[in-house]
C-alpha cells in the first residue's frame, strides 16, 4: 500500500522568505494531489501532477513532480501571511483515480 | 462555481445510535467519496461510489458503516451505531473522472460528528 510521507509537519516562517515542502511516497505512482485547509474548513485543490517532471505554479507556490524519486515538492516564494494554512499531498489508493492517501499535512504559519 | 454541499454541518449522538451524513454532490460529476479526518490528524479514505455501487473501500470501512445514492442528487453515509472513536469530520468529494481524464476531487466542507 502507498505511503505518503510529508516534512516538515510544521513550519512557521517569515513573510517574505522561501520554502520548501517535501512529499515522499513509497511506491511508484504517476500522479500527485496538492491541497490546501485551512482551518475547520474545507480541502482545496491546488495542483494535480500528472507525469514525470511535472512542474505547475499559481502565484507563490509552485508544485514539482519527480516519479524516480518518488518526491513531489512544493515551493513557496515569497512567503505571504494569507498562505498560511494546512498543506496537504496525497497519492492514489486502490484502483480509483480519486482514492488517496493522505500525508499528514504540513502546518504553515507565515508570520509578518 | 458548483460546489458540493453537506448537512449537517455538526452532528451530535449518543454512542450506539445510527447516524446519516448527506452530501449533495456536484451535478456533472461521476464519482463519490467519504473521507474522514479526525481532529488534527490525516484525511482517511472511506469508500468510493460509482454507478450506484461501492468502487473500492478502506479497512475503516467496515460493517457498520454504508453508502447510498437515494436519488438523482443525494449521496449519503450511514453509520449504523456509532462508537466514541467515530468522532471526525466526514469529508463527502465528488470529480468528473472517466474517459482517460483525471481530475482532483472537489470536497465539501464537511460534518463534524461528535459522538459522545
Known amino acids: 500500500e502507498l505511503k505518503v510521507e510529508q516534512n516538515p509537519l510544521f513550519l512557521s516562517m517569515q513573510e517574505g522568505k522561501n520554502y520548501t515542502i517535501y512529499c515522499n511516497y513509497s511506491?511508484?505512482?504517476?500522479?500527485l494531489y496538492w491541497y490546501r485547509q485551512d482551518p475547520g474548513k474545507s480541502l482545496e485543490s491546488l495542483f494535480v501532477?500528472?507525469?514525470?517532471?511535472a512542474v505547475k505554479q499559481e502565484g507563490r507556490l509552485m508544485a514539482s513532480l519527480d516519479t524516480k524519486a518518488r518526491l513531489s515538492t512544493l515551493h513557496i516564494t515569497a512567503a505571504v501571511h494569507d498562505l498560511s494554512a494546512t498543506y496537504f499531498c496525497?497519492?492514489?489508493?486502490?484502483?480509483?483515480?480519486?482514492?488517496?492517501?493522505f500525508g499528514k499535512g504540513t502546518k504553515l504559519s507565515v508570520k509578518p | 462555481e458548483p460546489e458540493v454541499t453537506q448537512t449537517p454541518s455538526h452532528q451530535v449522538t449518543q454512542m450506539g445510535q445510527e447516524v446519516i451524513l448527506r452530501c449533495v454532490p456536484i451535478?456533472?460529476?461521476?464519482?463519490f467519496y467519504w473521507y474522514r479526518q479526525i481532529l488534527g490528524q490525516k484525511v482517511e479514505f472511506l469508500v468510493s461510489?460509482?454507478?450506484?455501487?461501492?468502487?473500492?473501500k478502506s479497512e475503516i470501512f467496515d460493517d457498520q458503516f454504508s453508502v447510498e445514492r437515494p436519488d438523482g442528487s443525494n449521496f449519503t453515509l450511514k453509520i449504523r451505531s456509532t462508537k466514541l472513536e467515530d468522532s471526525a469530520m466526514y469529508f463527502c468529494?465528488?470529480?468528473?473522472?472517466?474517459?482517460?481524464?483525471?481530475?482532483?476531487?472537489?470536497f465539501g466542507n464537511g460534518t463534524r460528528l461528535t459522538v459522545t
Open positions: 468529494a465528488s470529480s468528473i473522472e472517466g474517459q482517460g481524464r483525471i481530475s482532483p476531487l472537489h
Open positions: 511506491t511508484t505512482s504517476d500522479r
Open positions: 501532477l500528472l507525469s514525470n517532471g
Open positions: 496525497a497519492g492514489p489508493y486502490g484502483g480509483s483515480q480519486g482514492n488517496l492517501i
Open positions: 451535478s456533472n460529476h461521476l464519482y
Open positions: 461510489f460509482y454507478n450506484n455501487e461501492i468502487s473500492e
